[in-house]
């Protein structure tokens, strides 16, 4: 009679090996953590509080902590449903994290990643709330803009999670009817990487082929309908817009009416994009005031010239990354380097367009978050009021302590379910002088 083989202990687990947790509290990155005799796990598709059967994906003997998918519930959630996409689960589709949650428990498990995320890193003790944006019903068919990977095959599909590997699919439900009724889903992509699909606010959805000249790349229209704001914007389908439909006029609602920025007043727009908040902070402040936007993306930068320059003449754009256009240390991965390795820019000169002083600033950096150095030019201007929009809890908690450390106080923080079905939550939060 043959024996039955010990099962793995702690130390020993590696990707395959399959364990019985307990899943513990929600993680950055949509992860639940856990631990297995004592070992910690990051596992996908569990809930916190329940017991699952989890199968290692990533790591092994050694590493600090374990990738896992629970592929098997044993004492479910009250929050737990069932996915309504067939591509969402252990080992398939990585663009959702909570398919398997309830909507109302998504934001509530938002809302406590980013209040830890601000006690752990900034030390600020805050209730979190996260609300819906307008126009969200179910957490379904809600991405105006999505883009597909392309396979061997010539079909476009998903990746699966951490993955380079492609889940040819037939549907999308978080992509909105008009981009998958394009019928790319279902089309032949020979020779490409991608195919990306723009449902704007105006006009047909558009296809673009990837890799392509994003010079040459159609314009389409988007319309902002706020109460700060209601204008068009015309954007290079592959620029940057935000993907919900309800999101560009909820964040900039959301950062009017925090600034409070007064006629003759004079604001900066930090990572300006093609102008949202730098038109609304136009017009708050009128042409007596004036308002300098900066952006590194040419394309960007000249739609922006157009779309608000041309008819806020008190507007002026830099282009340039915001670092560099303060004339701050920053830092980069040094190309070409296996492990990631960071160097130091040389010291720049600053932009002379910007100016000695502000009286209103608004940040809306990319998901890595300003950093220090910017931050402390950004206070040298000694403005009344900072907005800033953030991507990703962890570096708005940093940021956060960097402002507090230089005199600043979080006076308010809005967080937004702008990404139903995923772990993404988008932030709203402003920051006065701290007179106390």
């Known amino acids: 009679m043959s024996e039955i083989p010990a099962a793995p202990t702690a130390d020993e687990l590696t990707v395959g090996d399959e364990v019985v947790v307990e899943s513990g509290p929600i993680a ?11 070992r910690v796990l990051f596992v996908r598709h569990t809930l916190p509080g329940e017991r699952v059967r989890v199968r290692i994906t990533e790591g092994g003997p050694g590493d600090r902590f ?46 406590s990643v980013v209040m830890e995320q601000l006690q752990r890193l900034a030390h600020v003790e805050r209730d979190v709330v996260v609300e819906p944006v307008p126009g969200d019903d179910n957490g379904l068919r809600w991405r105006s803009r999505t883009e597909f990977a392309v ?61 392509s000249d994003e010079s040459v790349a159609p314009v389409v229209t988007e319309t902002v309908a706020a109460q700060s704001l209601s204008r068009d914007f015309d954007v290079s389908a ?21 600034l409070r920025p007064q006629p003759g007043e004079r604001g900066l727009d930090l990572y300006a994009g093609v102008g949202v908040f730098t038109s609304a902070l136009a017009q708050a402040v009128g042409e007596r005031g004036q308002v300098i936007a900066v952006e590194s993306d ?12 041309a008819v806020t003449p008190w507007v002026h754009y830099v282009q340039g990354r915001v670092d560099h256009v303060f004339g701050v240390e920053s830092t980069g991965r040094v190309a070409g380097s296996r492990k990631g390795g960071r160097r130091r820019a040389a010291p720049r000169r600053p932009n002379s367009a910007m100016p000695p002083t502000a009286d209103v600033v608004v940040l809306d950096p990319p998901r890595t978050g300003a950093g220090k150095a910017v931050i402390t030019a950004v206070v040298a201007l000694t403005p009344r009021a900072l907005a800033y929009v953030a991507c990703d809890p962890s570096a708005l908690a940093r940021d956060t302590a960097y402002l507090m450390e230089r005199g600043y106080a979080l006076t308010s923080l809005r967080a937004f379910d702008a990404f139903p079905m995923t772990h993404h939550v988008e932030c709203v939060a402003i920051f006065e002088r701290d007179e106390t």
């Open 28 to 38: 950055h990155g949509g992860f639940v953590v856990a631990r297995h005799e004592g």
């Open 66 to 111: 374990l990738r896992a998918d629970a592929v098997e519930v044993l004492e479910g959630s009250p929050a737990r449903v069932e996915p309504p996409c067939p591509y969402a689960g252990p080992g398939l589709c990585g663009g959702c994290d909570f398919q398997h949650v309830d909507l109302a428990e998504q934001r509530r498990l938002k809302a």
């Open 151 to 211: 396979g061997a095959d010539g079909r476009a599909g998903m990746r699966r999670h951490r993955s380079h590997d492609l889940l040819a699919i037939d549907d999308c439900l978080i992509a909105s009817e008009r981009v998958v009724g394009t019928g790319v889903l279902h089309g032949y992509w020979a020779g490409e990487k991608a195919v990306d699909v723009v449902a704007p606010s105006e006009g047909a959805p558009v296809v673009v082929r990837i890799p």
């Open 238 to 258: 592959r620029g940057f817009w935000q993907v919900h439909p309800g999101a560009a006029a909820t964040f900039v609602d959301a950062v009017i009416d925090g």
């Open 298 to 309: 040419a394309t960007a930068v000249a739609q922006a010239r157009l779309n608000v320059e």
